[in-house]
């Protein structure tokens, strides 16, 4: 495997799982160092010793931590040149039923959590003319009922990557934007009750999968990479034509609840 990363510092949140483990691994088998940052301390150290990595337990809902997982890296490091912003929660069901503190929950880990340690890694990105690379959603594309604090993160989260793009432009640092359909992990199929029928009417994709777009917009700069196709398409299909969606939705529905019934019986083989 080539080893485009050879002597530089990668940090990944919620990378303790899914795909920022994936992340993790795919980074330093490409030659990173990589700084896993999580709550899951045991987890993360476990991790941090099989890749030859540092371990930073954190919050990404408290500034302090974040602060500190830039200082730390800085400390063992001397340099940043790739941060990625992964880690993410969720609040599923209508919005009038939910616990306000689980919509604060969500918007602190999958928004405000991303907007601050971009903040505080920004002047160690401009010196190394490093890349943000933020994990965002085709449910930052598509309005998703059942979901509405997640997919109202995801919109920001797009939205903000592409502002500090822009604004970055002739700083030499670049800001992207990895955006998948659902992906077959902890993250949804633990919830498959809570889930909209209507997430499993999609192709899912593995973590390893968006693993490699988090590492292919690492190499390239590329803006966005949102995937599987298909799934953009109809997203952008609900943005162009609204009432498509609305004229597809019964069905997807249906499909969806059959795929998720799939899912449950491979959970209980």
Known sequence: MA?????????????????????????AARGAKVVLAARSADKLAALATR?????IPTDVTLASDLKALVSGTISAFGHLDVLVNNAGTNARGPLEKLDPAGIAS???TNLKAPLLLTHFALPHLRTSKGVVVNVASIAGHLPLPGEIPYCASKW????????????????????CAVSPGPIATRFVLD???????????QPFLTAEEVAQAVVACALDRKRERAFPFSTLRLAQLAQWMPWLQELLRPAL????ARKKEEWRAKGRA
């Open 3 to 27: 080893r485009e990363f050879d002597g530089k510092v990668v940090v990944i949140t919620g990378a303790s799982s899914g795909v920022g483990e994936a992340s993790a691994c795919l980074f």
């Open 51 to 55: 890749l030859g990595g540092l371990a």
């Open 106 to 108: 969500v918007i602190d």
């Open 156 to 175: 920001g989260l797009r939205g903000f990557s592409f502002a500090v793009r822009e604004e970055m432009r002739r700083s030499g640092v670049s800001v």
């Open 191 to 201: 919830h498959l009750d809570e889930t909209p029928d209507i997430v499993f009417s």
């Open 253 to 256: 529905e249906r499909q969806g």
